[in-house]
Structure formats: C-alpha cells, structure tokens
C-alpha cells in the first residue's frame, strides 16, 4: 500500500535527519494519545510516530522564528518590522503564523512530501484558518488536554487519512499580543497569555 512504502522509505531518512530512532507503532485513534503496539521491523514506522516528527521539527523551526527573529526585532526597535501585511510594505517580514501557513502550502503542493499540514483555529483571525469536521473534535481536545495530543483516522472525499492534532500554543509576545489587539478579534474570542492554546497543527497523512 501507498502509505506503508512511504513509511519504510521515510524511515530510515527521518532517523537520520532527527538524529532519533523511530521505533514502530500501531496507530492511536479515538482522541487521545495511546501508546504506540510493537509491529514488526519490516513494515517502518507508523503514520503516528511520523506525524510526531515531522510536527516537533514544524514547532521547533516556528519557535525559533517567533521568538528569535520577530521578538527580538520588536525589542530591538530595529527598522524592520513583522506585519500582516509584509507582501504589500517595504522593511516587514511575515508574521510567525503566516511563514508557517507559507511552509505547508509548499508541503501540501509537493506531490512527494507523502503528506500535508495545516494550522487550524477555533478562534481563526484568518478564515483559512478555520477549523472543520475532525479538526473541531481535534481542538476541543487538545484545548481540555493540553499536555496530549489527538489522534485519529477520517475519510475525506472517499480516501482515508491519519489525522494528527497537536496543541499551538502561545510561545513568544508577538503572538498572543497580535491575536489579542487584532482587527478581526471577535468579542467571543479568549484573551491569550503566555503558555495558552491558540489552536492547533493538523498534520494527515494518506493511508490509501
């Protein structure tokens, strides 16, 4: 099947790129996170242990940005500044949210990237941004579990995916304070601080 070929094939590059042995798993579903079934060496790691590293390398690559980049230009006062609209205004960059949006986009029109991600909101300033089907369970979850991830297996236009949600959580002032004084902030929406769930990064993986 597509994904198990993927999977052997990625296995070996994902150890070596993350410098971790990915071990195999049967996969978790039903909400919340469930500890990976042995299964056997041949058949390369599982849809769940692949979605846990390609998102810790997501977050990780997203908090550096954040907190590294933007944050430090905003306490700097230096001439160039993070804006929603950076396409449109000289000396700006794009927002931490808008250069992950720009990731995946690259991701999901790569027929060889063997899956796609997306960051998803109950509470979205953009409405690409919205969350739908699964993806409303996913963020309920992880917004009462924030420690946990969510996993689960969906069908969406007669293929079946591996969906995995984990918590976006607020890591650096640039975002909770643009989400918090932002025009399309509706009255409904939380005030977020340090540490808070924003939303939530939903990666699929296609098991067809």
Same mark, same amino acid.
């Given at each position: 099947?597509?994904?198990?070929?993927?999977?052997?094939?990625?296995?070996?590059?994902?150890?070596?790129?993350?410098?971790?042995?990915?071990?195999?798993?049967?996969?978790?579903?039903?909400?919340?996170?469930?500890?990976?079934?042995?299964?056997?060496?041949?058949?390369?790691?599982?849809?769940?242990?692949?979605?846990?590293?390609?998102?810790?390398?997501?977050?990780?690559?997203?908090?550096?940005?954040?907190?590294?980049?933007?944050?430090?230009?905003?306490?700097?006062?230096?001439?160039?500044?993070?804006?929603?609209?950076?396409?449109?205004?000289?000396?700006?960059?794009?927002?931490?949210?808008?250069?992950?949006?720009?990731?995946?986009?690259?991701?999901?029109?790569?027929?060889?990237?063997?899956?796609?991600?997306?960051?998803?909101?109950?509470?979205?300033?953009?409405?690409? !941004?919205?969350?739908?089907?699964? /993806? %409303?369970? *996913?963020? @309920? $979850?992880? #917004?009462?579990?924030?420690?946990? !991830?969510?996993?689960?297996?969906? /069908? %969406?236009? *007669?293929? @079946? $995916?591996? #969906?995995?949600?984990?918590?976006?959580?607020?890591?650096?002032?640039?975002?909770?304070?643009?989400?918090?004084?932002?025009?399309?902030?509706?009255?409904?929406?939380?005030?977020?601080?340090?540490?808070?769930?924003?939303?939530?990064?939903?990666?699929?993986?296609?098991?067809?």
């Amino acid at each position: 099947m597509y994904a198990t070929n993927l999977f052997r094939r990625l296995g070996g590059v994902m150890a070596f790129g993350l410098g971790a042995t990915l071990t195999i798993s049967a996969i978790g579903c039903g909400g919340a996170t469930t500890p990976p079934v042995g299964a056997s060496p041949a058949a390369g790691i599982s849809p769940q242990k692949f979605s846990d590293a390609v998102h810790a390398v997501m977050m990780a690559d997203r908090t550096v940005y954040a907190k590294q980049v933007v944050t430090r230009l905003k306490k700097q006062g230096a001439p160039v500044k993070p804006s929603e609209y950076w396409q449109d205004e000289d000396h700006t960059i794009p927002l931490p949210a808008q250069m992950f949006r720009m990731g995946a986009e690259l991701v999901n029109d790569n027929p060889e990237a063997g899956f796609s991600y997306a960051l998803k909101s109950q509470w979205p300033l953009n409405p690409q !941004n919205q969350a739908e089907g699964t /993806e %409303i369970e *996913g963020l @309920k $979850f992880i #917004t009462e579990n924030p420690t946990e !991830n969510f996993y689960k297996e969906e /069908e %969406i236009g *007669g293929s @079946k $995916f591996f #969906t995995a949600i984990y918590a976006d959580k607020a890591v650096a002032a640039a975002c909770w304070e643009c989400h918090n004084e932002h025009a399309n902030k509706r009255a409904d929406y939380p005030v977020f601080k340090e540490g808070d769930v924003m939303g939530g990064v939903v990666v699929r993986i296609p098991l067809d």
